[in-house]
């Protein structure tokens, strides 16, 4: 059975990590005592729901969990130190504390070492996230106890609407653009005077048109997207940001 352990202290366990190629300890003291820490807890470095959402979500909302009283946010794995310091690189995961969790001593401690012997990982953490102050959890979010890998409440946004509901996350903006296009250096810097990071989309003369068209109803670059919505070209951007 899956363990619930708020109020409960976390396990006491040093974790081995290979710091600028050299090694170093650091206990669960160093890591929660006299903090207030999020973490969250998944099967596997690389892994698909891993890479694409658990961890990348956690990154992006580093900010607002750090805005609403959050000093650190950990990602434990049942990986060794080089896979998670390797993963860490391809995600670019500036704001996680990647933790390695190699013997899966914490992890045994918190209740939630599963076999995954069939998928030939052996033992594995179940997903799960939780909020940890000083040192003992206050609140666990536990994936259901299903086949497969469920993903329903461990994630990033349930973490902070339970921190603050009223938590004021990062804006998502995607800038379709053309290469060497003064209108989209225009509207990109309009997103940077904002204080918008953005995500830039380049597309080529042969498909510009017909991508654009389909996503936007518009065949011009830019065309920008605010938290799903369509903003526009470049006027329409200082525009927007004029009212």
């Known amino acids: 059975m899956l363990q619930n352990r708020e109020g409960q202290r976390v396990p006491n366990v040093t974790f081995h990590i290979r710091d600028n190629n050299d090694w170093k300890d650091i206990t669960t003291a160093d890591l929660f005592d006299g903090k207030t820490v999020a973490l969250f807890s998944l099967p596997g470095a690389f892994t698909p729901t891993c890479s694409s959402t658990h961890l990348p979500r956690f990154n992006e909302l580093a900010p607002a969990f750090f805005e609403n009283g959050v000093d650190s946010i950990l990602c434990v794995s049942v990986n060794d130190t ?51 102050k000083d040192g003992v959890i206050e609140k666990m979010f536990i994936e259901p106890n299903e086949p497969g890998d469920p993903f329903k409440v461990s994630d990033a946004d349930t973490m902070l609407d339970y921190i603050n509901p009223n938590a004021k996350k990062p804006s998502q903006v995607v800038v379709f653009s053309k290469t060497g296009c003064p209108h989209c250096a225009r509207a990109k810097a309009v997103l940077s005077e904002n204080g918008l990071d953005y995500v830039e989309v380049p597309l080529d003369n042969v498909v510009r048109g017909k991508v654009l068209g389909a996503v936007s109803g518009k065949m011009t670059a830019p065309q920008v997207f605010i938290n799903g919505q369509l903003i526009g070209s470049a006027d329409e951007v200082e525009a927007y940001f004029q009212r």
């Open 82 to 132: 080089f896979v998670m310091n390797e993963w860490a690189k391809e995600q670019e995961a500036a704001n996680i504390v990647m933790i390695p969790d190699g013997n899966g001593d914490f992890t045994a401690g918190m209740g939630m070492l599963v076999d995954k012997n069939e998928l030939g990982f052996g033992k594995r953490s179940w997903r799960y996230a939780m909020l940890v």
